[in-house]
């Protein structure tokens, strides 16, 4: 039995401390905020009269690491998948485009998707053709200096599909311009996703609130196996104390450690570390950007949606749009629930409050001709720092698990995971973490 002290109480340090109560060890998390789960959490809004999500959140059926987290919880059911892989698409003036891909053995439901795919014309469809039917050689040589508009355009795509496909799914997940991000993350999502079953290219939307989805129950897990969640307690430092790990907290406790996992973002890191960072490896991390996510959660006098789940905006500086009151199984009467979701959101991240709500307005206008909806609340909320930035080149200066200083891991979403900044990346990390700890417990 090992002490472990885990510096952060996202979804990478509640996975890392799920796995190590789970195998016995004695398990301390200390979360700067009061109810801990990062960017992914929940809180209660008193004007919406209902608990929000800091931002909308999307799963795949590839997402093990994640489904096995939750099934360990027992909050599996709280995510519904698609029975197979559907995406609408909304033009301006109203028009749908539709992929629709059959029970099909992986990829060759998405190549027929891709070949039967409603409101492209047969040029268009034939392009993404192409790019499906070479796509299992992509993925196996991955070039993580060339952007995904390089690789689009190497494949041939035209605007259209690239507009209506490539871009709104390179943009959900990768948080980033298609200019500038790297092919080789979105080859490492489109392996997982396509690759492997049919199954493991469905999207799940979360139908409970994160904090439920996650937080609660692994507090409640590593507290019934004698651990222990600290929340509003910030660390200030980690230092050595001849064999021991020690955290120092703002307050001025310091708490004692075989092991520390600090799954914190790379910048909180950084000042944890601030006089030992002298390593390589610190000085990669500190070259690592970072990109915003704005959500737009309102309250309409009606749904736009028609009774879709979620839909993309084809050319819109919005991306994606979600009917929480269909994703809830809402009663008919409940105030319609919209979320709308802007990936990489430089240009308007700075924007107030109520211009954002007026760029939504104007949207829906443009993309939902008829009667105008009604905004009659609106709550905006930024991510200004939601994600490392996946630029081409930059996946060299992602940190392995196990750090430069003995005792200290690393886990988050931005580890090297082979996966962009994502859900599953920081389930994954956190599981690498305790991993390794278990591992090196035996040497």
Not at 76 to 88: C, H, S, T
Request: glycine share 10%; aromatic share 6%; proline share 6%.
């Amino acid at each position: 039995m090992r002490r472990v002290v885990i510096i952060g109480g996202g979804l990478a340090g509640l996975a890392c401390a799920v796995r190590l109560a789970g195998a016995g060890q004695r398990v301390t998390v200390v979360e700067a905020t009061k109810r801990g789960g990062g960017r992914s959490r929940s809180f209660p809004d008193s004007s919406f009269g209902r608990e929000l999500d800091n931002g909308q959140h999307l799963m795949m059926g590839c997402y093990r690491e994640t489904l096995a987290l939750l099934r360990t919880l027992g909050t599996q059911d709280g995510v519904r998948f698609q029975q197979n892989l559907a995406i609408e698409m909304a033009r301006p003036g109203g028009r749908r485009i539709r992929l629709r891909c059959p029970a099909l053995p992986a990829p060759m439901h998405l190549v027929s998707g891709l070949l039967t795919m409603r409101g492209l014309g047969v040029v268009h469809r034939a392009s993404a053709l192409r790019a499906g039917l070479v796509l299992s050689g992509e993925v196996r040589r991955p070039d993580d200096n060339e952007t995904c508009d390089a690789w689009l355009t190497r494949m041939g795509q035209t605007t259209a599909i690239r507009n209506a496909f490539w871009e709104p799914l390179i943009w959900a997940v990768l948080n980033d311009d298609p200019l500038i991000c790297s092919a080789a993350m979105f080859m490492a999502v489109l392996e997982r996703a396509f690759m492997g079953t049919r199954d493991d290219s469905r999207l799940g939307v979360p139908c409970v609130p994160l904090s439920q989805l996650y937080v609660d129950q692994a507090a409640d897990y590593v507290r019934a196996r004698g651990g222990a969640l600290r929340f509003g307690a910030p660390a200030r430092s980690v230092a050595r104390a001849g064999a021991t790990q020690r955290v120092l907290l703002k307050s001025g406790e310091a708490l004692d450690a075989d092991v520390i996992v600090a799954a914190v973002p790379p910048r909180a890191l950084l000042e944890l570390l601030d006089d030992v960072a002298d390593s390589p490896v610190f000085q990669d991390i500190k070259k690592l950007k970072t990109a915003p996510i704005v959500n737009l959660w309102c309250e309409l006098d009606r749904s736009p949606l028609g009774g879709a789940e979620m839909i993309g905006l084809v050319g819109s500086p919005l991306h994606w749009l979600f009917d929480r009151n269909v994703i809830e199984r809402a009663p008919p009467r409940a105030p319609v629930l919209l979320n709308c979701t802007i990936s990489g959101a430089r240009g308007c991240v700075d924007d107030s409050p109520a211009a954002l709500r007026q760029l939504l307005q104007d949207e829906l206008a443009r993309y939902f001709p008829g009667p105008p909806v009604t905004i009659q609340r609106c709550r905006v909320i930024k991510e200004k720092r939601a994600t490392i930035s996946h630029a081409a080149g930059t996946y060299q200066w992602r940190p392995e698990t196990r750090s430069p200083i003995k005792g200290l891991y690393l886990a988050g979403d931005w580890v090297r995971t082979g996966l962009p900044a994502t859900i599953e990346s920081a389930v994954q990390s956190g599981h690498q973490a305790a991993a390794a700890i278990l591992e090196d417990a035996t040497r």
